[in-house]
């Protein structure tokens, strides 16, 4: 008879540089030689608050396990003065799912290199939501493995000023047949701020019948702003569809100017088309991440 599913809301787990303090009961949880070992029981449903904070040096090296016929949602919040690195390794077992949103408002003197890996095991499913704002350099590679079955659908919205440079490197790797894959990358940058967004859908021999697609679009709102948009197909399969598109573009003229003539101040004017070139990925997001990116949105707007 199978295991009644549990219900749980589980405490948040908080680090910083300097301590690590975890209060759960559902959960297993390891601290060992500076790896954090989180694992769901099976049949599980619950949320995971993990935060991220402080001042100073952090080596950051977490695994989370989503364990068979499990659904988490995870809160992966990151704010203070931070410098170092992060490594993240999550596995969904067979027909898991995890709906993860992360946040990312570290202070303008943070410098981190976060590496994640996501393992979507047969019939699993990954939602991942990602906000990203801090920091004065950011890199952030994550590699998401797709076996039978699964799917993945990826959203990040960034927003950048002064002198801030963002690094987004996301990949699909499609192992296994019939997989589904969907990366949406929409970012505005102003002032002397850069990005380098990267993206590769990689579909494997043996990912047959496999779906995927990835767009990159930014939004330059400044003459000294930059950015790069790279997009990039490897595929050895001959049973697929596979799309990419992407673009760098600055705010339409005729669009500011028509807008103007409605009575609007040209900084809200400008904040409209950036609300409206951002709404493909954010109309789609959980309401978890609207609420979150509208607050953080205006307080970084209005600086």
Not at 92 to 105: F, M, R, V
Request: aromatic share 6%; proline share 1%; with cysteine.
């Amino acid at each position: 008879m199978a295991q009644e599913i549990q219900q749980q809301q589980i405490s948040a787990i908080s680090i910083t540089p300097k301590t690590i303090e975890i209060n759960s009961d559902k959960i297993s949880t390891k601290n060992e030689n500076g790896l954090l070992n989180i694992k769901t029981p099976e049949n599980f449903t619950g949320i995971l608050t993990y935060k991220v904070s402080g001042e100073g040096k952090i080596n950051e090296n977490c695994l989370l396990t989503v364990s068979k016929n499990s659904e988490l949602t995870l809160f992966e919040d990151r704010e203070g003065n931070l410098e170092g690195e992060a490594k993240i390794k999550i596995i969904l077992e067979e027909n898991s799912k995890l709906d993860l949103i992360e946040i990312q408002n570290l202070s303008y003197n943070s410098k981190l290199n976060i590496n994640k890996e996501v393992y979507c095991n047969k019939n699993s499913n990954l939602t991942r939501e990602v906000i990203c704002l801090g920091s004065n350099e950011i890199k952030v590679d994550c590699n998401i493995y797709l076996d039978q079955e699964s799917n993945a659908k990826d959203s990040e919205v960034f927003f950048g000023n002064k002198e801030q440079k963002f690094e987004l490197n996301t990949n699909l790797i499609h192992k296994g047949p019939k997989s589904n894959g969907n990366v949406q990358i929409r970012g505005v940058l102003k002032d002397k701020s850069y990005c380098y967004s990267h993206g590769i859908l990689k579909i494997n021999k043996e990912a047959q019948q496999t779906n995927t697609f990835l767009s990159e679009h930014v939004l330059l709102l400044s003459k000294e702003s930059k950015a790069q948009a790279i997009p990039a197909l490897e595929i050895e399969a001959n049973d697929v569809q596979a799309q990419h598109s992407a673009s760098v573009t600055q705010i339409d003229n005729d669009q500011l100017f028509y807008i103007l003539s409605r009575g609007l101040e040209e900084k809200e004017a400008r904040k409209m088309i950036v609300q409206g070139f951002l709404s493909s990925v954010l109309s789609q997001a959980s309401q978890n991440m609207q609420v979150r990116w509208l607050s953080l949105f205006e307080e970084k707007w209005n600086k």
